[in-house]
């Protein structure tokens, strides 16, 4: 993958076939201490704890169409190469975290990429979920969360052309702030 | 500064307006492949386009946008399905955004199948 949020696009993807109702996605980084942390919560139907020793065996996968499941291997792999680690907890019934830490500066680190992008796409395309997006540095952070939106909107989809226009541009604004206008 | 006064007036338009968005039957779909193998092969930037060139064309109301899982010939991703009501579903391989502008046209608002992009004459 040649940006980290087209791993959170494909990963997240996961926690809507699991019939989650809520995804939340973090994203910390850290100048000061040369991290960056992505974790992918849902509330779906979760795992065993055999099921998720094999989900991170490339040759794994619940689909009958292919033979191969790369996504979460693919996402640990972009972790473990630059030092840092990987790690997902499951229970059966309760959900799926999955947690991928980076060294920043490291030389095979992959660049974040527009993680907007796949927040918006996640929430256009999947409009009965709840997304909580989280982004974090070292001067502060924002938050979006749909279940607020969707207070405001009374039964209005989120995937409302205006609405998803809304969500752009309210992504793209508090990005800006968080980063100091750059 | 988005603020969430700005989305009741939208909540307010789009409810006035809901007549004429309730869900239409006859709505053409353009499904896009997100599964691994079309995201590693560049389908999000042509999702991006598809819906870019329906809004720019007004025509969010006849087409739906959406995103699929794999099926199973990853070789030709980025894959697109468009279906439309009452005819034969056709499925374009190697997609770009640059072929995306001809699909929608041609293919969605004039009914001509691109038959080039297709994956019929992208098999050997």
Known sequence: MRELSLNVMDVAQNSVRA???LVTITVEE???NDSLSISIEDNGCGMTEEQVSQV???FFTTRTTRKVGLGVPLFKLSAEQTGGSFEIRSKLGEGTV????????HVDMTPLGDINSTVEILIRCNPQIDFVFTRTNDNGS???????LRAVLEGVSLDTPDVTEWIRQYLEEQTQILFGGA | MKSLAELQAIRDKAKANLNLRKENPNAARVLVGMATCGIAAGARPVLNAFTEEIAKRGLQEDITVTQTGCIG?????PVVEVEIPGEEKVTYVKMTPEKVARVVNDHLVNRNVVTEYTIG???K
């Open chain 1, 19 to 21: 019939e989650a109702s």
């Open chain 1, 30 to 32: 850290s100048d000061k």
């Open chain 1, 56 to 58: 991170i065996d490339p």
């Open chain 1, 98 to 105: 999955t947690t991928a830490r980076y060294v920043k500066s």
């Open chain 1, 142 to 148: 924002f938050t979006l969360d749909t279940r607020e």
């Open chain 2, 73 to 77: 010939i990853c070789q030709y991703e």
């Open chain 2, 121 to 123: 004459a992208n098999t």
